[in-house]
């Protein structure tokens, strides 16, 4: 089976292509016979694009366009033309996946994409407005250059969907919760690979296994997994609740925007902005979204980069705090994403409150790695586990069931 798969995001896109041969799939993720990346914060105006194949080849472009599609379609043209050709022409593609990060309460598992889940994809952008217009976006283009080629829509928030009433619904008015306002949580497919990678790693079956997974990237967010499934996590209604992020606020004290919206005369647009774009990381440090930018910065003597970071760690303690009371008890904690996978001082000062546990981390383990490795000692009550997320490989999965 040829299987395409299309992460668009609000900033970046990734796309990937797998060949599954036989009638099994794979214990572990095969390597992509194709990858590429699209950056449209490079610089301004321009889309940075990246392809690589499997044998090798490689194309650095730098396109002068506004249009978002029409990117994305010279990308995916690179798929069968070029240096980069992997198939002989379009219609070798057995099945596309796309990445939606928000499902609602109608959509708890992957589905078929039809004219009906295009309207839902659509109406579900209020709820992820940096998100799912990219979502769908990349859909349409498919369709406009793949034709009848069948289409897979694999939800971020379906992971979560089983959460518990009391862990999804908020305290407000009951209303609330017939308006579908309620804790949805993101990055699904992320935790439920590592999830599911921690399991093969320790040995165990996954229902066995209390679980605390930290998917640290520019968005992060945790999640607490029981009995294989989501029982808790982080982020909300939107993706902005929870941890501090690279340019997201996560939870503040919704006092804060009555008094701005009183005091100061802010829009929703401006509060949009504010939260969304000029917070975490970015807002408190003046300098950076990037935690390599932070560091550096606290390295030439940035009191700011140095609170920064101090509010993120808190912040990230207090979340997995959190999760723990949900699982009563901890057999793993996965770190994950481009901060849980590369930054060492992040996991060390995370699993420092946690020693009380019989939480043991191992210095020489805790080093940089592609590997996915445990990096806790032999007799770590808790096992600490550093995962590559393979998000792409989850959906390919799910394209793979569905056909």
């Not at 520019?218 to 209604?237: E, K």
């Not at 990037?290 to 700011?304: F, K, P, T, V």
Request: proline share 4%; hydrophobic share 40%; net charge negative.
């Amino acid at each position: 089976m040829k299987i395409l798969i299309v992460n668009a995001g609000s900033s970046s896109q990734k796309s990937c292509f797998y060949e599954i041969v036989g009638d099994a799939l794979p214990k572990h993720p095969p390597v992509p016979l194709w990858e590429a990346q699209i950056d449209w914060t490079h610089k301004q105006g321009l889309a940075e694009v990246k392809v690589k194949t499997a044998s090798g080849a490689i194309l650095k472009e730098e396109l002068q366009s506004e249009s978002r599609p029409k990117v994305l379609a010279h990308l995916l043209k690179t798929l069968w033309s070029g240096n980069t050709q992997v198939i002989e022409e379009p219609k070798a593609i057995d099945i596309v996946g796309h990445r939606v990060v928000h499902g609602g309460r109608e959509y708890q598992q992957s589905t078929m994409i039809n004219s009906e889940v295009k309207e839902a994809i659509a109406s579900f952008a209020i709820l992820a407005p940096d998100h799912n217009p990219a979502n769908l976006e990349g859909i349409e283009v498919c369709e406009e250059i793949l034709g009848t080629v069948p289409q897979v829509a694999v939800f971020d928030t379906a992971f979560h969907a089983q959460i518990p009433d009391a862990a999804a619904i908020y305290p407000g008015p009951y209303e609330w919760v017939e308006q579908g306002i309620r804790r949805y949580g993101f990055h699904g497919l992320s935790h439920q690979y590592c999830a599911e990678r921690t399991a093969q790693i320790l040995g165990r079956d996954l229902p066995s296994l209390r679980l605390i997974t930290c998917h640290l990237g520019n968005g992060c967010s945790l999640a607490a997994i029981r009995n294989g499934r989501s029982v808790d996590t982080t982020m909300g209604f939107t993706p902005l609740e929870g941890l501090m992020m690279g340019s997201r606020s996560g939870s503040v004290d919704p006092g804060i925007l009555i008094y701005l919206l009183r005091q100061y005369n802010y829009s929703a647009d401006k509060l949009n902005e504010l939260l969304n774009k000029e917070s975490g990381l970015q807002g408190i440090s003046g300098v950076s979204n990037d935690l390599r930018q932070i560091l550096e910065a606290i390295a030439s003597g940035n009191q700011r980069a140095q609170l920064a970071l101090d509010i993120y760690i808190h912040r990230l303690r207090s979340g997995i705090g959190a999760m723990l009371t949900s699982l009563g008890g901890l057999d793993a904690l996965i770190f994950t994403a481009g901060v849980g996978e590369n930054v060492a001082s992040i996991r060390e000062a995370a699993c420092t409150a946690f020693q009380f546990l019989g939480l043991k981390l191992d210095p020489e383990k805790n080093v940089p790695s592609p590997d996915d490795r445990e990096i806790t000692t032999s007799d770590s009550a808790v096992k600490v586990l550093v995962i590559h997320t393979q998000e792409d490989w989850a959906i390919a999965r799910e394209c793979w069931q569905l056909f």
